[in-house]
């Protein structure tokens, strides 16, 4: 019904930056919340930033005053400006919608497929 698609990671030297982008497609109405998620190896997935449709955002202590969401409810896309990474921002990067709604279904959630961002030091 939904399908959610990255792209944008890559190798980065630390203080370099790097934009994630995520577009949601199929026959969408609404989402309420896009948001990225990022998981290190032997680590738990953990909430990166997201923005719901009002434009609230939340964000992760650890990337605060460095990363910026940014979506386009219209297009169903999600951008993530990474700035000052560093090499513990080194992470599979997610991008999740939660409660979308279609013409004539609902998905509680989605994910995509998941981009790899890598900082060398």
């Known amino acids: 019904q939904v399908q959610l698609v990255e792209s944008g990671g890559g190798l980065v030297q630390a203080g370099g930056s790097l934009r994630l982008s995520c577009v949601a497609s199929?026959?969408?109405?609404?989402?309420?919340?896009m948001g990225w998620y990022r998981q290190a190896p032997g680590k738990e997935r953990e909430l990166v930033a997201d923005?719901?449709?009002?434009?609230?955002?939340n964000y992760a202590d650890a990337v605060k005053g460095r990363f910026t969401i940014s979506r386009d409810n219209h297009k169903n896309t999600a951008d993530l400006e990474m700035n000052s990474l560093k090499p513990e921002d080194t992470a599979v990067y997610y991008c999740?919608?939660?409660?979308?709604?279609?013409?004539?279904?609902?998905?509680?959630?989605?994910w995509g497929q998941g981009t790899q961002v890598t900082v060398s030091s």
């Open positions: 999740k919608g939660d409660r979308i709604q279609g013409a004539t279904w609902y998905q509680t959630a989605s």
């Open positions: 923005m719901d449709l009002h434009g609230s955002t």
């Open positions: 199929g026959r969408i109405l609404s989402i309420n919340t």
